[in-house]
């Protein structure tokens, strides 16, 4: 009996209706799909109750780091973001590799295909031939379900590389470092994000059914085709170039108002580096847009590579290192990847 009134306490059994009332509330606006299920953006002050909210500093920070340890100082990144220069960020183009074989057909009907689905639940529209209105909201519920499956590529690319290499016995040429940098960037781009608005159960449950679909059928196709693959992932940065490229189009337009002065947060500040003077949200966008440009090089690159033979391009160290090559940074990017006849 005392362990039952324990169990059921008055303070637990006030929670527990709560809960219930806000299921209940939260149900009626998932019935209609994600797209119903994201509340609006709304000033970072006023709290919401339904599934995609402005989150309180207290809720996102679900591990912080541990501080004022005997030992440890700070855990640093494990691959340091490069610097980008404000040029640099602002050369960055939108562009398109030509399908030339019918790998490359596959792999940007998949894209495409998978653009239309992403759109729908996503809730995005950015046609100018039709009238369409991409709110803080609407950007913040697509950059979050997004970023959520770009650092999957990298992490089953890297992964299947690194057991092909223990099973053949034989080096990777850097390939997967490359890779697992790609995935880390991108979780990156998520954590920022999630600074911002906090996903509620559905989203979330939409982000793992994504997930899990996405990664076991990426899993099969890299033991098939990893060139295809890795063309796929070019396409479908392409498209997350043009995205972003579309959200800075807004946001300079005034079609974003609540984030003309809004701060970068902080862990995108030690990430990127960001100098003083350049720490707002477009700028935050500028880099990420960048970012994603970069994974375009690169998986383009790597598309065009002998899978098996050719070293990684993007960490070797070349013969004439004044000429234009492959490297981490920005500055010599090509948008539609390096061929494989200009570096090896």
């Given at each position: 009996?005392?362990?039952?009134?324990?169990?059921?306490?008055?303070?637990?059994?006030?929670?527990?209706?709560?809960a219930?009332c806000?299921?209940?509330?939260?149900?009626?606006?998932?019935a209609?799909?994600?797209?119903?299920?994201?509340?609006?953006?709304?000033?970072?002050?006023?709290?919401?109750?339904?599934?995609?909210?402005?989150?309180?500093?207290?809720?996102?920070?679900?591990?912080?780091?541990p501080?004022?340890?005997?030992?440890?100082?700070?855990?640093?990144?494990?691959?340091?973001?490069?610097?980008?220069?404000?040029?640099?960020?602002?050369?960055?183009?939108?562009?398109?590799?030509?399908?030339?074989?019918?790998?490359?057909?596959?792999?940007?009907?998949?894209?495409?295909?998978?653009?239309?689905?992403?759109?729908v639940?996503?809730?995005?529209?950015?046609?100018?031939?039709?009238?369409?209105?991409?709110?803080e909201?609407?950007?913040?519920v697509?950059?979050?379900?997004?970023?959520?499956?770009?650092?999957?590529?990298?992490?089953?690319?890297?992964?299947?590389?690194?057991?092909?290499?223990?099973?053949?016995?034989?080096?990777?040429?850097?390939?997967?470092?490359?890779?697992?940098?790609d995935?880390?960037?991108?979780?990156?781009?998520?954590?920022?994000?999630?600074?911002?608005?906090?996903?509620g159960?559905?989203?979330?449950?939409?982000?793992?059914?994504?997930?899990?679909?996405?990664?076991?059928?990426?899993?099969?196709?890299y033991?098939?085709?990893?060139?295809?693959?890795?063309?796929?992932?070019?396409y479908?940065?392409?498209?997350?170039?043009?995205?972003?490229?579309?959200?800075?189009?807004?946001?300079?337009?005034?079609?974003?108002?609540?984030?003309?002065?809004?701060?970068?947060?902080?862990?995108?500040?030690?990430?990127?580096?960001?100098?003083?003077?350049?720490?707002?949200?477009?700028?935050?966008?500028?880099?990420?847009?960048?970012?994603e440009?970069?994974?375009?090089?690169?998986?383009h690159?790597?598309?065009?590579?002998?899978?098996?033979?050719?070293?990684?391009?993007?960490v070797?160290e070349?013969?004439?290192?004044?000429?234009?090559?492959?490297?981490?940074?920005?500055?010599?990017?090509?948008?539609?990847?390096?061929?494989?006849?200009?570096?090896?």
């Open positions: 009996m005392n362990s039952s009134r324990a169990l059921f306490s008055p303070a637990l059994t006030a929670n527990i209706s709560r219930a806000k299921g209940i509330y939260s149900s009626t606006a998932t209609a799909g994600l797209r119903a299920s994201c509340a609006a953006i709304r000033p970072f002050n006023i709290p919401s109750q339904r599934n995609f909210s402005v989150s309180h500093r207290a809720q996102l920070e679900f591990f912080p780091p501080k004022n340890l005997p030992n440890i100082k700070i855990t640093p990144p494990s691959w340091p973001h490069p610097d980008f220069t404000e040029k640099q960020l602002k050369d960055i183009e939108v562009a398109h590799r030509d399908v030339r074989t019918a790998s490359d057909w596959v792999a940007y009907n998949s894209v495409r295909f998978l653009r239309w689905c992403t759109d639940v996503t809730g995005y529209r950015h046609d100018p031939n039709k009238p369409y209105k991409m709110s909201r609407k950007w913040l697509r950059f979050i379900f997004l970023e959520t499956v770009a650092g999957v590529p990298g992490m089953v690319g890297g992964m299947l590389r690194h057991y092909h290499s223990l099973r053949r016995m034989k080096r990777d040429n850097g390939w997967i470092e490359t890779l697992l940098e995935a880390y960037n991108e979780r990156m781009h998520l954590l920022t994000f999630l600074k911002m608005a906090q996903p159960w559905f989203m979330k449950f939409m982000i793992l059914g994504a997930q899990g679909v996405f990664s076991n059928a990426f899993f099969l196709a033991l098939v085709s990893p060139k295809t693959c890795h063309r796929f992932v070019g479908l940065e392409e498209e997350a170039t043009k995205t972003y490229s579309y959200a800075i189009e807004d946001l300079e337009s005034g079609k974003l108002p609540a984030w003309e002065n809004l701060e970068a947060p902080d862990i995108a500040i030690k990430y990127w580096n960001m100098p003083e003077g350049h720490q707002s949200m477009k700028d935050l966008l500028y880099y990420i847009r960048a970012d440009a970069k994974h375009r090089e690169i998986h690159t790597l598309g065009n590579l002998n899978q098996k033979e050719d070293p990684n391009p993007f070797s070349y013969k004439d290192p004044s000429q234009p090559h492959p490297g981490k940074g920005i500055e010599h990017i090509k948008s539609t990847g390096w061929e494989r006849k200009d570096v090896i």
